[in-house]
């Protein structure tokens, strides 16, 4: 309570300062709503979505490489990138599934 008598006081007034005081904790709540929660749920969503693989999930990495899920082994997944292309990555590499980004599937099956 001291604290926020002082800043009372240096700020010019009481009015003012608290004006003053109210304009700043908008602003915080500003910046959360729209920076800070926004990103929040968009981890969650991108780990949810990592968790979720499943073989034979057509995604692509954020490389841009296309492929489809062969196998998952812990944190690493096998995608097929071509007939008889397979390629490891890291779970984390994986940035969306393919038919959310472009629709149908240009992988060959």
């Known amino acids: 309570m001291q604290v926020l008598t002082a800043i009372l006081l240096q700020s010019?007034?009481?009015?003012?300062?608290?004006?003053?005081?109210?304009?700043?904790?908008?602003?915080?709540?500003?910046?959360?709503?729209?920076?800070?929660?926004?990103?929040?749920?968009?981890?969650?969503?991108q780990k949810k979505f990592l968790e979720n693989l499943s073989v034979g999930d057509h995604v692509v990495t954020i490389g841009g490489l296309h492929g489809k899920i062969?196998?998952?082994?812990?944190?690493?997944?096998?995608?097929?990138?071509d007939k008889g292309v397979?390629?490891?990555?890291?779970?984390?590499?994986?940035s969306l599934e393919q038919t959310k980004g472009q629709g149908n599937p240009s992988v060959n099956n």
């Not at 397979?86 to 994986?94: G, V, Y």
């Open 12 to 45: 010019g007034g009481g009015a003012a300062g608290i004006a003053n005081l109210i304009f700043i904790a908008g602003i915080i709540l500003v910046f959360y709503f729209f920076m800070i929660r926004p990103q929040q749920k968009r981890q969650k969503e």
């Open 70 to 81: 062969v196998a998952i082994e812990g944190n690493t997944v096998l995608l097929e990138a």
């Open 86 to 94: 397979t390629l490891k990555f890291e779970k984390s590499a994986i």
